[in-house]
Every structure is written in structure tokens, then in C-alpha cells.
């Protein structure tokens, strides 16, 4: 079975959406980077310096469509062919656009490139929109800027899905974990057991997973990305 784990790389919102809301994602998405940038330093982790990242989610895929999100391009004369048969659909299905989907035209090459939608749920805890920690979401909704986001997929075993699942019921709608961001800045591992900070759930959710070696009591997107990367290999740009 396979997962994955979604990084923000701290790109946006358009500041022409409201200034506050700009000012606020910058300062959050760079005090992240930038203080994990620090303690990377600090712990000669050079090699992970260049997962710049503010913010991690986990995508669980659609039963039926997967994560979605796969492409084909399709000449005019192609296209016609297909429609006068009526293969269009079956044809696009056996190319791997197995749900809906956006048609862009290019006049250039005279074709059509077909985009199929996102699928799936993001897991994760944030403060981000109406959220006030540990929440489920559809993926088209988390993700609706895909140029904002990279991703390592993952495989894992079904039977492990089980724990990891009653932890994802158990945590669900619990409170963010601010106590927990502190211990970024101290010596001493300051958490709450309740509460959750994005990437301390999801790393969990890793290692229950068996996709990361243990469970790290503190741990940023940062620096669970290198943990991935180093198994899975480096993060893709989703878009």
C-alpha cells in the first residue's frame, strides 16, 4: 500500500488577498524554516538543510482513484478518433484518469491536455484556515495550490494500517500542541501528551507505519523530510 507524506514549502498566500494574512503566513513559515535551519546547524545535520518546509501532511489515497493528479496529452486528431468511437473515457481510464478531470487546450500543438482532479484525505494538525489542530480534510482542499507542495510517497504493509489508524480516530480533533513548539527553543523535551503539533503526529503515524526507523519525540517537517528522503528517496515537486 502506499502513502504520502506532503510537504508546504512555505510558498504563498498572494499578499493581494489581504495583507494581515500574508504577514502572518511569512512570519509563522519563516520562523519554522528558519529556527530548523538553526538547530539542523547545530546538530551537523547539514544534509538537511535543503528541506526548507513549514508544514507536513499525511495523503491517504482514494480506494478507487489513488491520489489522482496523473496527466495525458491527446492530439486533436487522436481526440476526434477516440469520440466517434466513443472510446474517449475507456481510454483515458486505461492511461491511469480514472475520475474526473480538467481538459487545457494548447493551440500550439493542437492538443489537449487532460489533468485529472486530486483524490484522497490529508491528515495532519494545524492552525491553518478554521483549524485548531488534528484534523481530516479532502486532499482537493489541503492541496488546492499544488505548486506550493512536494511529496515522498512511501510503501507500507495493509496490517499496519490498523494502529495507525486508531491513532489517526483517537487524535482526530484534538487541540495543536503549542507547549510542544517550545521545545524547539529549550533543552528539555516539553510536550503534551493530548495535543499535537504537525509534524510530531505525522512522524508517529511514520513510524507506526514502518516507513521511519523510531518515534522521535521532536521532530520538524524539516527534519522528518531527511528521514524519509533517506529511505524513500528525495521529495517530488506535486505539480
Given at each position: 500500500?502506499k502513502v504520502?507524506f506532503?510537504f508546504?514549502?512555505?510558498?504563498?498566500p498572494n499578499?493581494?488577498?489581504g495583507f494581515g494574512r500574508?504577514l502572518k503566513?511569512k512570519?509563522?513559515?519563516?520562523?519554522i524554516?528558519g529556527?530548523?535551519?538553526?538547530l539542523a546547524?547545530?546538530?551537523?545535520?547539514?544534509?538537511?538543510?535543503?528541506?526548507?518546509?513549514?508544514?507536513v501532511?499525511?495523503?491517504?489515497p482514494d480506494?478507487?482513484?489513488?491520489f489522482?493528479?496523473?496527466?495525458?496529452?491527446i492530439?486533436?486528431?487522436?481526440r476526434?478518433?477516440?469520440e466517434?468511437?466513443?472510446?474517449?473515457?475507456?481510454?483515458?481510464?486505461?492511461?491511469?484518469?480514472?475520475?474526473?478531470?480538467?481538459e487545457?487546450?494548447?493551440?500550439?500543438?493542437q492538443s489537449t491536455?487532460?489533468i485529472?482532479?486530486?483524490y484522497?484525505?490529508?491528515?495532519?494538525?494545524?492552525?491553518?484556515?478554521?483549524?485548531?489542530?488534528?484534523?481530516?480534510a479532502?486532499?482537493s482542499?489541503?492541496?488546492?495550490?499544488?505548486e506550493?507542495?512536494m511529496?515522498i510517497e512511501?510503501?507500507f504493509?495493509?496490517?499496519?494500517m490498523?494502529?495507525a489508524k486508531?491513532?489517526?480516530n483517537n487524535a482526530?480533533?484534538?487541540?495543536?500542541?503549542y507547549?510542544g513548539?517550545f521545545?524547539?527553543?529549550s533543552?528539555?523535551n516539553i510536550?503534551?501528551?493530548s495535543k499535537?503539533?504537525?509534524?510530531e503526529?505525522c512522524?508517529y503515524?511514520a513510524f507506526?507505519l514502518?516507513?521511519?526507523?523510531?518515534?522521535?519525540k521532536?521532530i520538524?517537517?524539516?527534519?522528518l523530510a531527511?528521514?524519509?528522503?533517506?529511505?524513500?528517496?528525495e521529495?517530488?515537486e506535486?505539480?
Amino acid at each position: 500500500m502506499k502513502v504520502r507524506f506532503v510537504f508546504h514549502t512555505g510558498k504563498g498566500p498572494n499578499i493581494r488577498n489581504g495583507f494581515g494574512r500574508w504577514l502572518k503566513a511569512k512570519a509563522i513559515s519563516v520562523g519554522i524554516i528558519g529556527w530548523t535551519a538553526v538547530l539542523a546547524v547545530v546538530r551537523l545535520d547539514w544534509k538537511i538543510l535543503k528541506y526548507s518546509f513549514d508544514h507536513v501532511e499525511i495523503w491517504w489515497p482514494d480506494k478507487e482513484c489513488g491520489f489522482g493528479m496523473n496527466s495525458l496529452e491527446i492530439s486533436d486528431a487522436c481526440r476526434c478518433h477516440l469520440e466517434i468511437k466513443g472510446y474517449l473515457d475507456s481510454f483515458l481510464n486505461q492511461k491511469g484518469i480514472v475520475g474526473w478531470y480538467t481538459e487545457q487546450y494548447n493551440k500550439e500543438s493542437q492538443s489537449t491536455l487532460f489533468i485529472e482532479n486530486i483524490y484522497g484525505e490529508c491528515f495532519s494538525s494545524t492552525t491553518r484556515g478554521n483549524a485548531k489542530g488534528v484534523r481530516i480534510a479532502p486532499a482537493s482542499e489541503v492541496l488546492k495550490h499544488p505548486e506550493r507542495w512536494m511529496y515522498i510517497e512511501c510503501d507500507f504493509h495493509g496490517n499496519q494500517m490498523v494502529s495507525a489508524k486508531r491513532v489517526m480516530n483517537n487524535a482526530n480533533t484534538a487541540k495543536y500542541d503549542y507547549w510542544g513548539l517550545f521545545g524547539f527553543f529549550s533543552p528539555f523535551n516539553i510536550e503534551d501528551d493530548s495535543k499535537w503539533y504537525c509534524s510530531e503526529i505525522c512522524a508517529y503515524i511514520a513510524f507506526l507505519l514502518g516507513v521511519i526507523d523510531r518515534d522521535y519525540k521532536r521532530i520538524s517537517p524539516r527534519r522528518l523530510a531527511g528521514k524519509l528522503a533517506k529511505r524513500w528517496g528525495e521529495p517530488k515537486e506535486l505539480k
